[in-house]
């Protein structure tokens, strides 16, 4: 990154791309300065911001990302893209001073009936182009918690997740085909056949690169038509590990209910407590929609896995409630609002065969360090689930001391997760916050590979740098 040319950079793109927004005033740079990544909160608490971004470009279009990414080669200027800045892995830090695209304003949209997909700008929200699906009689199933602020562009770059996900997949299996700028500003369009036998899925390069490998600017998502009957119910059990085993058994026998969430005894309490429902339970909410006759199969084919395994159906209640509060993050926030506090939601995968270790080892290294620890499943596959933990801690000091808790309780849970057969991120990524640990799960022959592609695609090291310690 040459700073010096920042400059004469911006200069040449104001002359030859006036449609080009360039923000470079310093509360216009605060602003993007930080994501959600729970370091970010400190440094604004602590009054020291350390990084700010040179400038923010605000491209239109697809050819204007492009010119920019080439005129960055020409001048060996550092670039980030920005989309909804909601990112929890530190992945849009500007440590270098960097030039940021923010991507909002790429907004295409365009639905093929026939084909079964939507095409949709990368700055779209998960919240708009559902909407516009909606509209249009489709939906796309995908609802992160951050559906409002995570655009297609940030969740495609981070291999993002949706609470439906049992039925609907990830962004991994959502994503048809993709427009993206390399660092060298050509444009890559993947071709848009189900599947193709010409060598390997080049739209799996980029889905989870966090932008090191290029810009994503189109997003072709598969639809479907919006669900003719949704239902939620719940179910508790005496423990976790019998509620998981009713789980694998239904998803093993292709059973795919939309919404499967798990929450283990300590987080259950307060929920157990809102309903009424005996104590001492874990409870299981499932959620399904599609056609009402398979919702009904669905329905009946759980009941069966979840009674064989002890559990016992609660009706709609709790599930109906969820539905209404999924988008909360409150009790999160203030954690990290409070000085000297800190939380965060620490999600990591595991294989059925090691699941409950994982599950039960991350809580008891988290709990030493922490005010509360929060525990559910909340994706379910074939070979295993994800584990989410969210660990909120109340250092009763100062915000230095609530960065330093914070550090602490991400290696405890990262270590403890590799060490019992778990990995280190299932959807929010790696960014910088997760960098160091990328070998212990990949291998230095995996790192090797994704070193080798970042530096064929940008040997000047100029997109993103650090991200997933490229
Ligand atoms: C309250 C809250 C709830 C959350 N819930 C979920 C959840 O349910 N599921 C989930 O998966 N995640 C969740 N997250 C994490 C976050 O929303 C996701 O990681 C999301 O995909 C990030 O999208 P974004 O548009 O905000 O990306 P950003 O934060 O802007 O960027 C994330 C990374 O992608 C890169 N990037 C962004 N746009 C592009 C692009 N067009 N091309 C190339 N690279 C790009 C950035 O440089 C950065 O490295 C949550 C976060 C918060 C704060």
Redesign the pocket.
Known sequence: MKKENVKPFLDEIMKAMPEVTVLTKEEERLIYAH??YPREYKWLLQGTYKYLPSAILMANCTQEVSKILELSQKYEVGI??????????G??IPEDGEVM?D?KR?RDFEINPINGTATGG??L?GAEFENLLNNAGYTCGQ?????Q???????????????FSTKYG??DDMVNSLE?VLPNGHVYQSHKCPKASTGPELDQL?LG????Y????KVEMKIYPVAEKRYFEAYTFQRTEDALEAIRQFVQNHVHPAVVRLYDEEEAIPKLAEFHYEKDQVLLIVGYEGLARQVDLERELVNEYCVKNGGVNKGTEAGEAWFRTR?S?KK??DYDATKGGTAD?I?VAAPWDCIANVWREMRRALEPLCTVVDCHFSHVYHTGASVYVIFHADTQGDDYDGEKRYLECLDTAIRTSLKYGGNISH???C?KAKAAYLADEHGEAGVEVMKKIKDALDPKGLL?KG?LGL
Request: proline share 3%; net charge neutral; glycine share 22%.
């Open positions: 994501g959600c980030i893209p920005y989309g909804g800045g909601s990112g929890i892995v992945g849009t695209i991507t790429l990368a700055g929200t609802y992160p918690q951050s559906f602020s995570a655009v297609l562009g940030g969740m495609v770059s981070t291999r993002a997740i949706g609470t990830k962004m993206v980029f690169a966090e932008g090191t290029g810009v994503v600017t988008f993050t999160m926030l939601a999600e959807h929010h990524g960014g993103n991200v």
